[in-house]
């Protein structure tokens, strides 16, 4: 099965920042890696698709990039409904497998 | 719009067996795949599987293998998890997630979630 490694898995951040979350595969998923965002209490929230695509009505703030084994997402200036964890998925090979996530949490 | 309505909370004994639904609505329920996620109280998001709606064939991630079962009543666009022989280490909220409409674009919809609590 292919591991997906987060990090960091908590990062502390303040609203206005701009910060980067990263996604390591163990072996190359060429572009087919997604990010979810995950509130306390909810669902998880399609955020990217694909490496780089913003799933519809996703606020242009966020971005993803990378290819192969490396992806981050990318959030521009942090809001403060964005305090959340995030987890990456890959979905090239079965079977399809998520990151531990990413805790961002208010500094 | 479109909306997948899970059934409720479990409370069971280990051995025992649960069943839980997914319920879709706002959109044709065979032309999208449905997925299952488990999520252990305060862990990540654990891939179990998936159902092809318009076949009705289950596949089933390794650790899924055996006990659990994903099957359909497609006339009330409806998908089922049943859990047997529950276990501990079942206890968890697990969620159902419609295939995406766009290619890639995985779980674009997802139910709120069944918290199954296993306890003797």
């Known amino acids: 099965d292919i591991q997906m490694t987060q990090s960091p898995s908590v990062l502390s951040a303040s609203v206005g920042d701009r910060v980067t979350l990263n996604c390591k595969a163990s072996q190359n998923i060429n572009k087919y890696l997604n990010w979810y965002q995950q509130k306390l209490g909810e669902a998880p929230k399609l955020l990217i698709y694909?490496?780089?695509n913003l799933q519809t009505g996703i606020p242009s703030r966020f971005s993803g990039s990378g290819s192969g084994t490396d992806f981050t997402l990318t959030i521009s200036s942090l809001q403060p409904e964005d305090f959340a964890t995030y987890f990456c998925?890959?979905?090239?090979?079965?079977?399809?497998?998520f990151g531990s996530g990413t805790k961002l949490e208010i500094k | 719009q479109i909306q997948l309505v899970q059934s409720g909370p479990e409370l069971k004994k280990p051995g025992e067996s649960v069943k839980i639904s997914c319920k879709a609505s706002g959109y044709t329920f065979t032309n999208y795949g449905m997925y299952w996620v488990k999520q252990a109280p305060g862990q990540g998001l654990q891939y179990m599987g998936w159902?092809?709606?318009?076949?009705?064939?289950?596949t089933y991630a390794d650790d899924f293998k055996g006990r659990f079962v994903f099957f359909l009543e497609t006339s009330a666009s409806t998908a089922y998890l049943q859990i047997n022989n529950l276990k501990n280490e079942d206890m968890a909220t697990y969620f159902c997630a419609r295939e995406g409409e766009k290619f890639g674009a995985f779980f674009d919809y997802w139910g709120q979630g069944v918290m199954v609590t296993v306890s003797s």
């Open positions: 159902i092809n709606t318009e076949t009705g064939k289950p």
């Open positions: 694909n490496t780089n």
């Open positions: 998925f890959q979905h090239n090979s079965w079977p399809f497998t």
